[in-house]
């Protein structure tokens, strides 16, 4: 045997023993992971957002004026429905609200403080830690001591309480925006009504509703609301369909939903409003004396369907037939705003439809105009607050061009895109010192800041909202957030609070959600509404399931019995001769962008204009005539060219079109504002003469003359309905749009 | 006779060393029972008969996924502090210990009480959805200064529980 060699003998018992061994120590050894991890069991710091995996959790919350739900599944906000709690909505939401979780999970948007490392407005920024841009915000703010501007929409409830605070504390000086017929809106409401609360309609007991270029399905106010009780006005009740006429010089989505639509000249809406006046008293509709009380100064008698009819574009007949309607239809309503509000004489225009109201006794009563009470805060938290009309804009823009603001700061708003180029904010921006945003997104006011500071979107965020309109008693919603802030942003109010805090002055509270939960105390210890419990703590946590608090039988004080300031009659004027610019401009609020605030968000880009179907552009709309004249069909390229300016946009040719008008919706045609909205579309805006409202001061964004010169060009206008024409078939006639008989 | 000692010593030999693994496998078995084992001392002394006797939390007001999923859950410590925030800490240094540990953001690593192998599912919504108490396995937790394991819970404890009761016993019951 060769040496060395294993003996069978060896070889067994090698097997043997290790074999046993094998056995042995697999026997005794315990597991097979890491001993460390493997006897261990973790208690976490904080909540696991979601405790339980695979069930999802629904909290609530608000935005606007609407109460929101939240599906909230695995620590992300998934779905937003309405709150079937809260009065203002009953449950109803809309795509703006549905969109919300877009804002939080967007991919542009501003995920860390930046700070600006190139030129103003080239958008270079670099990025910066929370500690180094708040103790440079509150040296900022304590050198520019009486030489700060705050720029922010209006804000009620604690918000606005901490912006009031944070202006007095390190002497500065605060404007609001807001869109601008909205401020001539709350003058006609505070005119007619005698109150700062927008009021809300009572439209499921309706007969008979006239609106003059209100949108109110779509953007006028509270949509929401508005579509919730339009159901009930037309379905609701068994032996009463409500009847609905639109008077507008657009057809927009309300307009096609209405039984009858008067096609109006622009801004003759107060015209035609004293026209009805004038054939309700004359023929004995409704009481003269009322008649004169509301309409004090003006002699209705000039003002016959007649004298009228040929000015506003419509027949004596239908102007007639509106009145008698209006007047025997009763409980019957009648609104105005948006393009109403948006002419030169746009406060006439409102305040002569809203006192139509006075004529047949529907302010106050069921059926009709149901005012607002003020909100139940404290006397130190403000509550809705107009917005800085155009013309004490231009004070701003001066008082920065001169060098007077050594340090902006800019918060939720982008007044650099809301208002018009002609106004020269974003040249003035650069004479001021510095400028601070706190926002969420690289807007067009963003883009010219020095400094930004990302802020929790509204699902992050917690707030106490006065919804104006509320629902017709007080209420107050709450928006507390349902998931933890997605990037690392900080509550606005905090940064302020933070700033004025580095800066030697001290605002009442720690945190914003500690001034939150102090008007939520405030609302406990009025001892009435929604909310019963016994302790403040217990309160809060009954006030986030419920979404808000309120209190049904806290109406509105009796209304007054006619509009407290007359308002005198005027004709709109407008910007540019008519034989060089033949068709009037008018843009419109876009039913999803609004008026550009929400442009950032696909779903809403991506969600078709109820009249043309189009998404994701501008188009003009003009009427088969005038596209014909012109020579232009859907989809050709044309410049629209004002006494300001000119851009280039297709046409949708719409046989609803006003043949003198020219329609483009807002909402598009941003600098920036991340990848869906850049350089998209057209600003209309930036088109429009800044003619202001006579007696407010606010923008006339309808008040310009606009000529259209062709291009040769021609582009695929992106639209739900398809790019094919319908054709017939035989045994489904298509249905035709023929001129009506007048 | 002589003939046969070689034989003999051999077998008894390898019959010596055959019976080494079964009686250390039985030894194991029996040293390292669960419920042999001494009660773990844990990082902070929580006592479950307080919480339960004297305050008369349910189980779940703690472990707040036994209903609804696979592990009971361990509470947060933010759970805690719900309560701890407004009870005094002064000389309780078990409390002081919670409130330090969570303000600097520690996570306590608890001594497990209860291990089953990797290969084992126990889901407790199951049990709990089917009708047992929670005491059932645990036993009287609301009586255990420490906790300790009070039932065997290997598989043959397992599998008796199952037969008596008609679950299923199939292996991918527990084996999957």
Known sequence: MRKGAMRRRDFLKLVATSTTGAVLFTGCGIGDGDPEREFKIESPVLNPVDLVFGRDNWYATAAGECGLIVRVFEGRAKKVEGNPDFPTNLGASDARAQALVQEVYHPDRIAQPLRLSGARGSGEYQNASWEDVLTELGNDVNGARGATLVITPPLSGPMGQVVNEFVQAVDAEHVTYEPEDRIVLREAVRRVFGTDTLPTLDLANTNFLVSFSADFLHTWISPVQFSRQYGEFRQGREDVRGTYWHVSSRMDGSAANADRWLPITPGTEGLVALAMAQVMVSEGLVDRAVAEQVYSGISLDQYAPDAVAETAGISAEQITELARRFAEGQPSVAIAGSLAAAHTNGLFNLTAVFALNYLVGSVGQEGGIILNPPPPFESDVPGPSSGLPYSDWSGVVNDLNSGRYQLVIVYGVDPVYGLPEALGLREALANAGKVVALSSFLDDTTLQADLILPVHTTLESWGLIAPDPGPGFQAVALQQPVVNPFVDSRAAGDILIEAATAAGASLPWPTYEDAVRAAVDSLRQLNRGNIDAPDAKQYFVMAQAQGGWWDTSETAESAPDAPETPTPAAQPEYAGDPGQFPLYLLPFPSNSLGYGETANLPWLQALPDPMTSAVWSSWVELNPTTADRLGVDTGDVVRLVTPRGSAEVPVYVNPAAHPDVAAVPMGQGHTDFGRYAKGRGINPLDLVEPATESETGALAWAGTRVRVETTGRKVRLPRFEGQVPAFQLEGAPIIEVIPSEH | ?176
């Open chain 2, 1 to 176: 006779m002589r003939r046969y000692l070689r034989p003999v010593v051999f077998g008894l030999v390898v019959l010596v060393l055959l019976a080494i693994p079964v009686v250390a496998i039985l030894a194991r078995s029996y040293f390292l029972s669960p419920t042999a084992q001494p009660a773990k001392a844990q990082p902070i002394a929580f006592t479950h008969p307080f919480h339960v006797n004297t305050l008369g939390l349910d189980c779940t007001f703690c472990h707040r996924t036994a209903t609804t999923q696979a592990s009971a859950g361990v509470p947060a410590l933010e759970q805690c502090m719900f309560c701890h925030r407004v009870v005094p800490t002064t000389n309780k240094p078990n409390l002081e210990r919670l409130v330090q540990a969570f303000e600097s953001n520690t996570p306590i690593q608890w001594n497990r009480v209860h291990q089953m192998p990797d290969h084992v599912k126990f889901v407790h919504s199951m049990h709990i959805n089917a009708g047992f108490d929670c005491a059932t396995c645990h036993g009287p937790v609301e009586d255990m200064a420490t906790v300790s394991q009070f039932r065997d819970l290997r598989m043959g404890d397992c599998i008796d529980c199952h037969r008596q009761n008609n679950a299923r016993t199939d292996c991918a019951v527990c084996h999957y």
